[in-house]
């Protein structure tokens, strides 16, 4: 099927060359001149002037780059603008290909042009998508599935992809710096308060036509916040439209909404000048983003997923303040995960303070169109620092962590997302733990007392019992007592290769993890101890065990638990978020 869909991409292309209407690589020469196609106020598509300078040849895989020199209009003085990677270049009046690329802190407006031939290839089905690592529920970087942007050494100098202007409406300034880091990693250039905000409206037949050099925003998210992210289009051919002249994140097949906008302003910057754009007229649905171009169709459209959050201030003087935001997002599986950790951090960080004494609490749940069993969030985080951080990454990675797992059935329909905050570090510490007995005999009963400390210094005892089955080999056992994460990451990192066998397990596993409000004992001995189908198996028959060893190696489930857990019980901290963890120890006599 890939060979085929190769054959038939080099076939169109093939094809369309054939036409007067495309300028031939092979015949690109230093010293001609063209013309390119931009907009650099409102929605009218303008001609700058274009001098070639040479050829770059296999920058990359059967990629060539053309070096040209820009002029005209403000690119004298603004250089190559952020926005404008896609704007077509024309020799002897024929498309020759996008803007694209260009020089960190260059004095002159010189660009790299990606062939038209690259980019149509591409987008055809030239190039297979790439097969991107999971996310696990151990990560912390919601972006690590992405591609960064690419590089090209140009004569000692770097060449890099133009970054694309990434507008931020309704979102926090905090929250666009806290990002930022991993945005710019990323070849996208964060922009604050930068943009209309709101959602592309439907066209109502008297606009300008949609044509190469016209702005173009991907909108990432619409409604009480709003993200886009901005290029311009190189190709029109019938419904087919050809944009950008690089990645945007090289996400392969998606469906992103996309809308003509409109130029507000430039902004001449000694790092990088960029465009400053609001949204218009929806247009149609992006369907192929990949290194050389990304592409889709005018006049489709396509289901975006309902996101709402609500944040309610409880305490003696909130009153119950309640904030209220509703928006539409894509429904990528890679995008969805990060545009929900942004917007949960906005809206945190909107109302509530983000240093000192605080508590969190979360309630979710995540729908699935194919009537799987809804993942549900509940859980509390406290502390002085950070705690929008825990929240907002604790909401989305267990979304990524399913929506990356390879079942295509799992198709977000709908997030709803409920946070409570409290102005008080409601936390208490695993400060002591001891047993009634230090040797017990199989079917003997064991006393566990924990001493949980608030900040406050006050001290609250729990006991819990735990019976020695009858039976139980003679040996050293195990109470680790620990709060909710540390408990997970136990077992997750136990059996991280292990991988679930159908979207129904998968949301059984998100589904079982424990919350912070609670303090668990695990209850363990030294023994390997396997994992068959989501459930433990410890210490098996040596037999069986061989037989284990094999079977996890060879679906990927990596060595055995380097302990082997036989109960696990739990105790209630009355509402407060547990932190720490203790182990003791007790034998067990033959």
Same mark, same amino acid.
């Given at each position: 099927?890939?060979?085929?869909?190769?054959?038939?991409?080099?076939?169109?292309?093939?094809?369309?060359?054939?036409?007067?209407?495309?300028?031939?690589?092979?015949?690109?020469?230093?010293?001609?001149?063209?013309?390119?196609?931009?907009?650099?106020?409102?929605?009218?598509?303008?001609?700058?002037?274009?001098?070639?300078?040479?050829?770059?040849?296999?920058?990359?895989?059967?990629?060539?780059?053309?070096?040209?020199?820009?002029?005209?209009?403000?690119?004298?003085?603004?250089?190559?603008?952020?926005?404008?990677?896609?704007?077509?270049?024309?020799?002897?009046?024929?498309?020759?290909?996008?803007?694209?690329?260009?020089?960190?802190?260059?004095?002159?407006?010189?660009?790299?042009?990606?062939?038209?031939?690259?980019?149509?290839?591409?987008?055809?089905?030239?190039?297979?998508?790439?097969?991107?690592?999971?996310?696990?529920?151990?990560?912390?970087?919601?972006?690590?599935?992405?591609?960064?942007?690419?590089?090209?050494?140009?004569?000692?100098?770097?060449?890099?992809?133009?970054?694309?202007?990434?507008?931020?409406?309704?979102?926090?300034?905090?929250?666009?710096?806290? !990002?930022?880091?991993?945005?710019?990693?990323?070849?996208?250039?964060?922009?604050?308060?930068?943009?209309?905000?709101?959602?592309?409206?439907?066209?109502?037949?008297?606009?300008?036509?949609?044509?190469?050099?016209?702005?173009?925003?991907?909108?990432?998210?619409?409604?009480?916040?709003?993200?886009?992210?901005?290029?311009?289009?190189?190709?029109?051919?019938?419904?087919?439209?050809?944009?950008?002249?690089?990645? !945007?994140?090289?996400?392969?097949?998606?469906?992103?909404?996309?809308?003509?906008?409109?130029?507000?302003?430039?902004?001449?910057?000694?790092?990088?000048?960029?465009?400053?754009?609001?949204?218009?007229?929806?247009?149609?649905?992006?369907?192929?983003?990949?290194?050389?171009?990304?592409?889709?169709?005018?006049?489709?459209?396509?289901?975006?997923?309902?996101?709402?959050?609500?944040?309610?201030?409880?305490?003696?003087?909130?009153?119950?303040?309640?904030?209220?935001?509703?928006?539409?997002?894509?429904?990528?599986?890679?995008?969805?995960?990060?545009?929900?950790?942004?917007?949960?951090?906005?809206?945190?960080?909107?109302?509530?303070?983000?240093?000192?004494?605080?508590?969190?609490?979360?309630?979710?749940?995540?729908?699935?169109?194919?009537?799987?069993?809804?993942?549900?969030?509940?859980?509390?985080?406290?502390?002085?620092?950070?705690?929008?951080?825990?929240?907002?990454?604790?909401?989305?990675?267990?979304?990524?962590?399913?929506?990356?797992?390879?079942?295509?059935?799992?198709?977000?329909?709908?997030?709803?997302?409920?946070?409570?905050?409290?102005?008080?570090?409601?936390?208490?510490?695993?400060?002591?733990?001891?047993?009634?007995?230090?040797?017990?005999?199989?079917?003997?009963?064991?006393?566990?007392?924990?001493?949980?400390?608030?900040?406050?210094?006050?001290?609250?005892?729990?006991?819990?019992?735990?019976?020695?089955?009858?039976?139980?080999?003679?040996?050293?056992?195990?109470?680790?007592?620990?709060?909710?994460?540390?408990?997970?990451?136990?077992?997750?990192?136990?059996?991280?290769?292990?991988?679930?066998?159908?979207?129904?397990?998968?949301?059984?596993?998100?589904?079982?993890?424990?919350?912070?409000?609670?303090?668990?004992?695990?209850?363990?001995?030294?023994?390997?101890?396997?994992?068959?189908?989501?459930?433990?198996?410890?210490?098996?028959?040596?037999?069986?065990?061989?037989?284990?060893?094999?079977?996890?190696?060879?679906?990927?489930?990596?060595?055995?638990?380097?302990?082997?857990?036989?109960?696990?019980?739990?105790?209630?901290?009355?509402?407060?978020?547990?932190?720490?963890?203790?182990?003791?120890?007790?034998?067990?006599?033959?």
């Amino acid at each position: 099927m890939a060979v085929a869909r190769c054959l038939a991409g080099l076939l169109v292309a093939s094809a369309l060359f054939g036409q007067t209407e495309f300028f031939p690589l092979e015949k690109v020469r230093a010293g001609m001149r063209g013309t390119g196609k931009t907009v650099f106020s409102g929605n009218r598509v303008e001609e700058f002037q274009v001098e070639i300078l040479g050829v770059l040849e296999n920058v990359g895989p059967k990629q060539s780059l053309i070096l040209a020199r820009l002029a005209g209009g403000p690119l004298e003085k603004t250089g190559v603008l952020q926005g404008m990677s896609g704007s077509p270049v024309y020799l002897e009046g024929r498309l020759l290909g996008a803007v694209s690329m260009a020089f960190p802190f260059s004095k002159e407006p010189i660009a790299a042009i990606r062939p038209i031939g690259e980019m149509l290839l591409s987008a055809r089905g030239g190039k297979a998508r790439t097969v991107r690592a999971r996310v696990s529920l151990l990560d912390e970087d919601l972006t690590r599935p992405f591609t960064p942007p690419e590089e090209v050494r140009a004569g000692g100098a770097r060449l890099i992809d133009i970054a694309t202007p990434v507008s931020f409406g309704g979102l926090t300034r905090n929250t666009v710096e806290h !990002f930022a880091p991993q945005l710019r990693a990323l070849g996208l250039e964060p922009a604050q308060g930068m943009s209309g905000g709101g959602k592309a409206r439907a066209s109502d037949g008297a606009t300008p036509p949609f044509e190469p050099g016209s702005m173009i925003t991907v909108q990432l998210m619409s409604g009480d916040m709003s993200i886009g992210a901005d290029g311009t289009v190189t190709y029109v051919e019938g419904k087919n439209v050809y944009a950008f002249g690089h990645r !945007f994140l090289s996400i392969g097949n998606t469906e992103l909404p996309f809308a003509r906008s409109e130029v507000l302003t430039l902004l001449p910057s000694l790092a990088s000048s960029f465009k400053i754009s609001a949204v218009r007229e929806w247009m149609g649905t992006i369907l192929d983003d990949r290194s050389t171009a990304v592409s889709g169709l005018l006049g489709r459209r396509t289901a975006t997923v309902p996101l709402s959050i609500e944040v309610t201030r409880r305490g003696e003087h909130a009153g119950g303040a309640r904030s209220s935001y509703r928006m539409e997002m894509v429904n990528d599986r890679y995008l969805a995960p990060f545009l929900v950790q942004m917007a949960v951090y906005s809206a945190i960080d909107a109302t509530e303070r983000t240093v000192g004494s605080s508590t969190l609490a979360l309630n979710g749940v995540f729908e699935f169109r194919d009537g799987t069993t809804p993942i549900r969030l509940n859980n509390s985080f406290s502390g002085e620092f950070s705690v929008p951080q825990q929240v907002s990454l604790a909401t989305s990675i267990p979304l990524a962590y399913a929506l990356q797992s390879g079942f295509d059935s799992l198709q977000l329909k709908n997030v709803k997302l409920e946070i409570e905050s409290f102005d008080e570090k409601k936390q208490a510490q695993i400060e002591q733990v001891w047993t009634s007995r230090q040797e017990v005999r199989a079917g003997d009963a064991v006393e566990l007392t924990v001493v949980l400390a608030s900040p406050n210094g006050a001290e609250v005892k729990r006991k819990v019992t735990y019976e020695v089955p009858v039976g139980a080999p003679a040996g050293p056992l195990y109470f680790t007592v620990a709060d909710g994460t540390t408990t997970n990451l136990t077992e997750i990192r136990q059996f991280v290769g292990a991988q679930p066998r159908s979207p129904s397990q998968l949301v059984s596993l998100v589904n079982s993890l424990r919350g912070n409000t609670k303090a668990y004992v695990r209850i363990w001995r030294p023994d390997a101890n396997y994992d068959v189908q989501g459930h433990d198996f410890p210490s098996p028959p040596p037999s069986l065990e061989q037989v284990l060893v094999q079977t996890q190696a060879a679906v990927g489930g990596g060595f055995p638990g380097r302990s082997s857990k036989v109960a696990e019980l739990e105790i209630d901290a009355g509402g407060v978020v547990v932190t720490g963890s203790k182990t003791v120890q007790v034998d067990i006599k033959g």
